[in-house]
């Protein structure tokens, strides 16, 4: 069984930082894709960013320039480093990965930007 731990999420004032974690651990041989969403009240699911097993990293146009997307092969983590934040990234952050067997979803961890 495979499981996706997130956090690093919380409240934090505009223009302020946050780094999110999302760990996966169980029965995974291979993880290609991994990834952030993050889904606000009343609004769909959206990509946020990915990134490939070689690195290579794709932005939403909102978060470009603030945002960067990394990851640890070795520890099968991923992170969201998070500056510049603004109250319109306030939103639930969902990780994802796509493995060799199928694709998993953390539980989400809330993300608060609010003076």
């Known amino acids: 069984q495979v499981q996706l731990v997130e956090s690093g999420g919380g409240l934090v004032q505009p223009g302020g930082s946050l780094r999110l974690s999302c760990a996966a651990s169980g029965s995974i041989f291979s993880i290609y894709t991994m990834a952030w969403f993050r889904q606000a009240p009343g609004k769909q699911r959206e990509l946020v960013a990915s990134i490939g097993r070689g690195g290579y990293a794709n932005y939403a146009d909102s978060v470009k320039g603030r945002f960067t997307i990394d990851r640890d092969n070795t520890k099968k983590t991923v992170y969201l480093q998070m500056n510049s934040l603004k109250a319109e990234d306030t939103a639930v952050y969902y990780c994802?990965?796509?493995?060799?067997?199928?694709?998993?979803w953390g539980q989400g961890t809330q993300v608060t930007v609010s003076s």
């Open positions: 994802y990965i796509e493995t060799e067997k199928s694709d998993y």
